[in-house]
């Protein structure tokens, strides 16, 4: 039995990806005190994500731009295969110099799946005394299985459990925008 070869489809284009981030950003407002916050954003792509939500909050609120404190999360390959079979967090030691327990922390990813670099970013800042956590992700998936959600969505999306959603962000893609890879059913034939 032959597999269709797996199609790549776009569903959103930068210019799409602007608006979306713009109406994050006011959704954030509205939750986010006026003073003690800082972005943190997990890598690879949801630091460059939190970079450019940085600049719609500043261009909402007229002030400086918030902290940004990346922090380096990984289990699985961008593919989804299992990488770690334990979510592996490199500590990021800036963050242990904040008054965490004062400080509203605003945790940015590109994709919730299964929920495990969420929850580990978030069990790591509460181990550090983070108080006051709210999650923002590009797409969720909703397929969590994992006791976290995420606060602010700016995209939802329900794909396939063998499709891919792929979300490009400069500088580690060329262009900025959300796809989705493909792999039809099994018992497909070509």
Same mark, same amino acid.
């Given at each position: 039995m032959n597999r269709p070869a797996p199609s790549r489809v776009r569903l959103y284009d930068e210019d799409d990806l602007d608006s979306v981030l713009r109406s994050m950003a006011r959704q954030a407002m509205a939750c986010l005190p006026t003073s003690e916050v800082a972005l943190v954003g997990i890598q690879r792509r949801g630091e460059p994500l939190a970079q450019r939500l940085q600049l719609h909050l500043q261009a909402l609120n007229g002030? &400086?731009? *918030?902290? !940004?404190?990346?922090?380096?999360?990984?289990?699985?390959? @961008?593919? /989804?295969?299992?990488?770690?079979?334990?979510?592996?967090?490199?500590e990021n030691p800036e963050? &242990?110099? *904040?008054? !965490?327990?004062?400080?509203?922390?605003?945790?940015?990813? @590109?994709? /919730?799946y299964e929920g495990h670099s969420l929850l580990r970013t978030c069990a790591y800042l509460?181990?550090?005394?983070?108080?006051?956590?709210?999650s923002a992700v590009l797409?969720?998936?909703?397929?969590?299985?994992?006791?976290?959600?995420?606060?602010?969505?700016?995209?939802?999306?329900?794909?396939?459990?063998?499709?891919?959603?792929?979300?490009?962000?400069?500088?580690?893609?060329?262009?900025?925008?959300?796809?989705?890879?493909?792999?039809?059913?099994?018992?497909?034939?070509?």
């Open positions: 002030a &400086a731009p *918030l902290p !940004l404190y990346p922090i380096k999360v990984k289990r699985y390959a @961008d593919d /989804l295969s299992l990488l770690h079979a334990h979510t592996q967090l490199t963050l &242990a110099k *904040l008054d !965490l327990a004062g400080t509203t922390l605003l945790v940015v990813d @590109d994709v /919730l509460a181990e550090l005394g983070a108080r006051h956590l709210i797409v969720d998936r909703h397929v969590c299985r994992q006791p976290v959600h995420a606060d602010i969505v700016g995209i939802h999306l329900q794909v396939a459990a063998q499709d891919i959603v792929e979300c490009h962000v400069p500088p580690y893609e060329g262009q900025f925008c959300v796809e989705v890879v493909r792999h039809g059913r099994t018992g497909d034939t070509a």
